[in-house]
Every structure is written in structure tokens, then in C-alpha cells.
């Protein structure tokens, strides 16, 4: 069963909070990673791991998303 876009928002939140240190309630889908929240490439390849591991989706490229809802698009898209 495909996570909604929720679920799938609130554990990119948990991923986020873990990596960087920022609050889950400051993650939203407009929130840009590096523009936002200060992501660097590094950080970035280990959020494209953990939401591979997590949402066992295929792993995104570190460059992949520049906001939340890429990541959770990407997510939805491959849960199908």
C-alpha cells in the first residue's frame, strides 16, 4: 500500500530533523533543502540514502531535488 503524501512528508521531516538538526515542524513541501534548511551536497547524499532505505525506492542522485515535494513526488512515484 502507497504511503500518502503525509506520511511520506512527516518521515522526510524525521530524516531531516536526524541529518541537520531541524525541527519536523519547520519541513513542508515548499521547504528548498539547501536554500531552507542549509543542505549541503554530503548531507544531501546521506537524505537521498536514508529515503532510499526508509521508502525502499530506488536511491535519488544527491542533486536530485531542490524542495520537500521533489522528494516526496520522487517517493510516490515509485511506490507506484
Known sequence: ???SEWEILDGLAEILNE???????????????????GVDEETMRLIA???EQKFRVPRPGAAAFVRVGDA????????G
Open 1 to 3: 500500500m502507497a504511503l
Open 19 to 37: 541529518e541537520t538538526g531541524v525541527p519536523t515542524e519547520s519541513v513542508a513541501l515548499g521547504t528548498r533543502f539547501a536554500g531552507d534548511l
Open 49 to 51: 540514502a536514508h529515503i
Open 72 to 79: 516526496v513526488a520522487h517517493i510516490q512515484a515509485a511506490q
